[in-house]
């Protein structure tokens, strides 16, 4: 099964190593959230759930990884996913990179970089 179907319409060179495709949902919550300092409990004011977070990292020929990192230097990207947690199903979401961090050992290369739904 493929993690990444597409990165802005084109399927990437190279797969997300097994251990190199991790998903991960947060919600927005809103700055009046917190603990009340009268009755210690918890208020929490969602503006957003489910916001995704693709934790990446990637290791192949270097062209191929290459590819991949002139992909995800747009500046949104819209990835269609396997998405473990929610759905189990593919998604497609709009997302920003975070920096990358990218490392030539000549005939191989490896990328690891964050995804941070929009």
Known sequence: MKAIISINGTEPAVQPL???????????LSSGSGRSAETGTTMRYSIRQNVYKLQLKFKGLTADVSSVYAQI????LEVRFYDPTVTGEYLTRSFYSGDPSFANNGETA???VNLIEI
Not at 18 to 28: A, E, F, N, Q
Not at 73 to 76: D, E, G, L, M, Q
Request: glycine share 6%; aromatic share 12%; hydrophobic share 35%.
């Open 110 to 112: 490896e990328l690891s």
């Open 73 to 76: 230097k747009a500046f949104t």
């Open 18 to 28: 097994r251990d190199g495709y991790l998903v991960t949902t947060s919600d927005l």
